[in-house]
């Protein structure tokens, strides 16, 4: 089996990229994390995929003239490596179109809620505050448009009476651990 190379996108923590990096310790997962790539030089993330043997990449937009030139960097570590999937775990960074015209149908999400609701930032605040019985988390495709991209996957998780946000995030990101490795295995049998 030939694995796909993934490159992963991270601004922090990075806890879905480990959990990727979990999957792909079993030698029938069709993907490997070939490169991570960072807009912020001192995320915790990039130590565990260092520590992890992978290779690592910062690229802080002050370092560029122009959004197009710090794209166009990644870009050229991207297309030099050979990555079949990019997945963005925690990078708070938009994307151009340019960019995700390029990657089309190679670029993918994971967001904690189940879209189309709750795009953005504070979604688990916002769920509380909507009264939502059921939350959870979605990996989509890409666009433009945030969080607007064609729904790949989904998981649900209920709201409980007594949830604060933090409680809520932590019962999704257990979810959201599982869902991403998942889906990308899916995706890169396929
Ligand atoms: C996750 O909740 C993810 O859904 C969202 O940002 C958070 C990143 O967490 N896009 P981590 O860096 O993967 O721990």
Redesign the pocket.
């Known amino acids: 089996m030939q694995r796909k190379r993934l490159a992963v996108f ?10 990727i990096l979990r999957a792909t310790q079993d030698d029938s997962y069709p993907a490997e994390i070939a490169i991570v790539i960072s807009d912020n030089e001192d995320a915790v ?1 990039l130590e565990t995929a260092v520590d992890a043997d992978i290779a690592a990449f910062a690229f802080e937009r002050k370092d560029y003239a122009s959004k197009a030139d710090h794209e166009a960097a990644i870009i050229e570590t991207i297309d030099e490596n050979n990555i079949d999937l990019i997945c ?5 960074r938009l994307l151009s179109g340019d960019f995700t015209q390029r990657y089309a149908n190679t670029l993918i ?4 809620s189940l879209l189309p609701k709750h795009k953005g930032l504070d979604t688990h605040e916002r769920a509380i505050k909507a009264g939502d019985k059921i939350h959870g ?1 979605t990996v989509h495709y890409v666009s433009e448009e945030m969080d607007g991209g064609e729904i790949i996957a989904q998981a649900e998780v209920p709201v409980l009476n007594d949830d604060t946000p933090d409680t809520l ?1 932590a019962r ?2 257990v979810e ?1 651990h599982k869902l991403y490795p998942s889906t990308i295995a899916k995706l890169c049998a396929d």
């Open positions: 991270i601004s922090g923590r990075g806890s879905n990229m480990e959990a993330g963005l775990a925690g990078y708070m999400n994971i967001h904690p988390c995030a999704v990101l959201e």
